[in-house]
């Protein structure tokens, strides 16, 4: 696998700081369903 990717919604403050002190990347932000979620992507290799 070469690389992780996850969202959260924007809402979720905490999750963003968690995700980005373990080394995640925001990929980009857009409107999904009707929710507003964050992208985020972790290379592996």
């Not at 969202?7 to 932000?29: D, P, Q, S, V």
């Amino acid at each position: 696998m070469p690389a992780l990717t996850l969202f959260t919604n924007e809402k979720m403050h905490e999750n963003i700081a968690i995700y980005t002190k373990a080394g995640f990347l925001e990929t980009r932000r857009m409107t999904d369903n009707g929710f507003n979620r964050v992208y985020f992507r972790k290379d592996l290799g």
